[in-house]
């Protein structure tokens, strides 16, 4: 079992209820078994176990007598009784007596008994974090002022990309992690990557993590607004500079100073304001049509398209001294169907999102078939327009393939579906090998950028046969 896993312990005297407790964990956790307290407790005596789940009747020793023993030798694990009694007295000896965290009442449901381990998980990692904090708070303040910042920095990176659902280890988690650590140089960045992407989300994230972060983030589509008046939408014109301009009027540059301008689609610029915008990027003033004054700004720019900007430069469609100003740094958004199990991934969360009154629990497996085969040409933009539509079109709890409008597959050549470790797997080599290529096969540069260290990074590679490719 993969040691990243947190581990659990299940005590319960019944195989079968070993077994069932072991299947409906075993994605998301290491699991050991036990069938009575002296089996337990050899257990824990030679593996490290973060969470115990023990039965609250069991021959021997009882489940509140096990962990109370457990409370006293292993103190930080997480302790959860699962019974089928609900005697008010055995909760409360166990709450006091035993320090149970938790009582689940039988017959479980998987969802909610995994939501409960899951949040054990996390409660053991922020004792830790709190007991590695106190450490470095009575041996060195600095060290404790360094983990506040770092903490701080992370949550400022959840919030900016709370849109932005992300594939731990997968291809969409490496571009986001690449996002984070450009944020805060003032570069202009170019985002690469089909219609539908999010390359925009990916641009306001950039934003938000940013030193601009308090300033403005100003969008425009440059492929959405017609040649003659986009240069004034852009530069901003003065009164009388053309047939209805009858006022002054500042352009999104102006607009965008202090903050970000996201420019999309800049494939789509013509040439001639290509030209003016590769003025900007040098000089960093801007002149109003009509106008003669030069108005210093100050905005970073991020670019977005789905072009091939090299080929047009072939093509001399594109600049090419415009093409290295606005690409000093290039993020390149993975279309949907690259990315291993992430429309299912994608649509959970945007039926939590939307369902609102609707009353939707989840997807058919036929559903679950449809999403990963379906090759999704709008890829995000187009998965969320089908769960939309799903809900209001679904008649039960489960939404189904054709609620989504997609066609569920043949018996015969119906795809078999990917567990959550096998599409884990698939995602993390996916990102190994995409990180070795932007770091050509360098070791350290690689490790850095995913936020491992050099031994996990040689573990990794060993585990997907990819130490070749390394340098």
Known sequence: MPADLPAVLVVDDEVRSQEALRRTLEEDF????????????????????QIVLCDQRMPGASGVEFLKLVRTHWPDTVRIVISGYTDAQDIIAGINEAGIWQYLLKPWQPDHLLHTLRSAAELWRLQQDNQRLALELRTSPHALKAAVRERRAQAKAGAAFERIVRDPGGPLDAVCSLAERV????????????????????ARAVHRLGNRA??????????????????????????????GAVKQSIGKFEAADGGTLFLDEIGDMPLALQAKLLRFLQA????????????PVDVRVVCATHRDLPKMIG???FRQDLYYRIAEVTV???????????????????????????????????????????????????????????????????????????APAAE??????????????????????????????????TA?????????????LDRHGLRGDAS
């Open 30 to 49: 290491t699991v050991f078994t036990a069938g009575s307290a002296a089996d337990a407790q050899a257990i824990m005596e030679r593996e490290f176990v």
């Open 183 to 202: 944020a805060a140089f003032d570069l202009p960045i170019l985002i690469t990557g089909e219609s539908g992407t999010g390359k925009e989300l990916l």
């Open 214 to 243: 308090q300033g403005p983030f100003v969008a425009i589509n440059c492929a959405a607004i017609p040649e003659p008046l986009l240069e004034s939408e852009l530069f901003g014109h003065e009164k009388g500079a053309f047939t």
């Open 284 to 295: 960093r003033v801007v002149e109003r049509v009509g106008g003669r004054t030069e108005i």
């Open 315 to 317: 093509e001399q469609t």
């Open 332 to 406: 390149a958004v993975p279309p949907l169907r690259e990315r291993a199990g992430g429309a299912v991934l994608l649509a959970h969360a945007m039926l939590q999102r939307h369902a609102h009154g609707h009353r939707k629990r989840g997807f058919t497996q036929d559903a679950l078939a449809a999403l990963e085969r379906h090759p999704w040409p709008g890829n995000v933009r187009e998965l969320e327009n089908k769960v939309k539509a799903a809900l209001i079109m679904a008649d039960g709890d489960l939404i189904t393939a054709a609620d989504l409008g997609l």
């Open 412 to 445: 015969d050549e119906a795809p078999a579906l990917l567990t959550i470790k096998e599409a884990r797997a698939r995602a993390e080599r996916h990102a190994l090998r995409q990180a070795l290529q932007l770091c050509s096969g360098q070791i350290t540069r």
């Open 448 to 460: 850095e950028m995913l936020g491992v260290t050099r031994p996990t990074l040689y573990e990794l």
